[in-house]
Structure formats: structure tokens, C-alpha cells
């Protein structure tokens, strides 16, 4: 289905990546072509990767731990995307989140910062890490996330690219 008629549609597709550690390889543009709306949860490590992934879709960031200089100030430590009228969470340390998604009325939390990635739901609540999809770690995967919206319901996916 093309972008034009998820949108129709009421559906949405989301690109979520993060920890790339100043590192946007060419399988994550790839795996993000289409998107309508793209989350980075943190350690950018460099401001041209926003641009890069700017030109694929919208992009909302927040500060990673990694994250430093003049080119963070536009960065906060949590963002709130609003998307197909899902709120969705996103900061990159997922041990601070500090409120109930639940009561506040969060459809998802994304966060980053572990490079493992993970799909869990937790009282009706979508946790999602993509994994990093920057430089290799060892023996953990170098992944993102793509996530579809269809009304209400939220459909994420890990996509590993090496």
C-alpha cells in the first residue's frame, strides 16, 4: 500500500531508530523509505543524520546521553509525537521514565539507549526500543523499528539491517 493510501485510510506508517552514534547507514534509509513520520530516541552523535532522515520523512529527536554540544540545544529529553491521534512517548533512557503512560494516555513509549531491541506491551501499552542501528556492539544486532498505525491499534515490527 502506498503512502498516499495508508493516509487515506486513517492508517500511518513510523520509522523509529536510535544510537546511531553519528552513523546513518544506507540499509536504515532504505528500510525508512515510505515512512510518514520518523522518531530518533537518542545518540544522534551528529546533527547532518537529522537532516538525512529529514529528507525521508518528518523527524522528531530527543537528547541521548551521548548527545552533546552547541547542535543539541534543539533536542529535549522527551518529545510527545502525535500521529493517526495516538500520543506516543519518547525519550531515550527508557529507567527514566518518571510517569504512568497509562494515566497520561500514551498509546506507545519509545526509548533507546540499552542497542537491544525490544517489543513488549505492558497494560495495553506499546514499549518499544528499536535496538541502535549505528556502529555494531559485539554481538547485538544493528536494527530499527517500523511501526503501523491502523485506527487504535499499533502494529511494530524490528527490522535488523545487518
Request: charged residues 25%; aromatic residues 4%; hydrophobic residues 45%.
Amino acid at each position: 500500500m502506498d503512502k498516499d493510501n495508508r493516509l487515506d485510510k486513517g492508517t500511518a506508517l513510523l520509522g523509529v531508530i536510535s544510537d546511531t552514534h553519528g552513523l546513518l547507514r544506507p540499509e536504515a534509509l532504505s528500510a525508512l523509505e515510505g515512512v510518514d513520520r520518523i522518531i530518533h530516541a537518542g545518540d544522534v552523535g551528529d546533527p547532518d543524520i537529522l537532516a538525512e532522515l529529514g529528507r525521508v520523512a518528518p523527524v522528531t529527536a530527543v537528547q541521548g546521553n551521548m548527545d552533546w554540544g552547541g547542535w543539541t540545544k534543539e533536542l529535549h529529553e522527551t518529545e510527545v509525537v502525535e500521529l493517526e491521534g495516538l500520543a506516543i512517548f519518547v525519550l531515550h533512557d527508557l529507567e527514566e521514565l518518571d510517569l504512568s503512560p497509562q494515566a497520561a494516555g500514551f498509546s506507545a513509549v519509545v526509548s533507546g539507549h540499552t542497542h537491544m531491541p525490544d517489543i513488549s506491551w505492558r497494560d495495553g501499552i506499546l514499549f518499544l526500543n528499536p535496538g541502535s542501528a549505528g556502529p555494531v556492539r559485539g554481538t547485538k544486532p544493528v536494527s530499527l523499528a517500523l511501526v503501523e498505525i491502523d485506527g487504535d491499534q499499533l502494529f511494530p515490527r524490528i527490522v535488523t539491517l545487518l
